[in-house]
């Protein structure tokens, strides 16, 4: 899978995915990730990228031209989209970055100052996605955050020994708790169960805990979290207590 970005700061992308799985990921060549500076096709004498609104008001808008024709110079696979990243975007989630999995390239838009000239959005963008109601200073860190999530999601790019349907939101519940050595720690204890070795009692454990915590901090998720008869009595017992 190939991403390519458009953005005024490349440099901003370089040290995060040289990192950790994606930059595994990246050195084993399963994702690719190029970054064009929009800035390289800017006409003016001044490379400017942004100006003035009309109609007037505060800030900068990005200009259409550099955009456009940064865009322009990206070769294009078949199954290829290009995406905005800004606040008025459909909101980023699990399932978004599923879809998002299917294509072979990604073409990720970052504006900057107080947005972009809304021919950007008419003739560039087939979809604009945001990754949460608050205002970021620009598109970088939600292009980053859209290719992370999406990367992991490519397959060989975790190892076998993950698996992504026990994690979080995967089976529509929040992660169970975890632990590891030491066995106590500050006088905390790891749950007995889980030094039993009992397999079967361990699962129910962790399907349970992952429930309670589910219902106690996302109760949101519970509609669309797929659940037996017995979880859903469970979950209206804990109701019953609250
Ligand atoms: O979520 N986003 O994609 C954003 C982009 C630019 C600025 N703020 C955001 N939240």
Redesign the pocket.
């Known amino acids: 899978m190939r991403f390519d970005v458009l953005t005024i700061f490349p440099e901003i992308f370089r040290s995060y995915l040289r990192c950790g799985v994606l930059g595994k990921a990246i050195e084993k060549g399963i994702i690719k990730v190029s970054m064009v500076n929009i800035r390289d096709f800017s006409s003016g004498r001044h490379k400017n990228t942004d100006d003035r609104p009309y109609g007037g008001g505060e800030g900068m808008v990005m200009k259409p031209e550099p955009i456009y024709n940064a865009l322009d110079s990206i070769d294009r696979e078949q199954n290829s989209l290009v995406v905005l ?3 008025q ?1 459909e909101k ?1 989630n699990q399932e978004m970055a599923w879809d998002l999995s299917k294509y072979d390239q990604l073409i990720l838009i970052c ?1 900057r100052y107080e947005g972009v000239d809304e021919r950007v959005r008419i003739l560039c963008a087939e979809k604009e ?11 970088e860190l ?1 292009a980053l955050v859209v290719i992370d999530a999406v990367s992991r999601l490519v397959p060989g790019v975790l190892g076998s020994e993950f698996s992504n349907l026990e994690e979080s939101f995967s089976d529509g519940l929040l992660e169970y708790p975890q632990y590891t050595r030491p066995r106590v720690f500050k006088g905390l204890e790891v749950p007995e169960i889980l030094l039993s070795g009992n397999h079967e009692e361990i699962k129910k454990w962790r399907r349970r805990e992952a429930i309670k915590r589910t219902f106690e901090r996302r109760p949101d998720l519970l509609e669309k979290a797929q659940l037996t008869k017995e979880e859903l009595s469970f979950i209206e017992e804990m109701k019953k207590k609250e």
């Not at 996605?129 to 598109?139: A, E, F, R």
């Open positions: 990243l800004s606040p975007g980023f504006g996605i945001s990754i949460g109601d608050y205002v970021l200073t620009g598109g939600a």
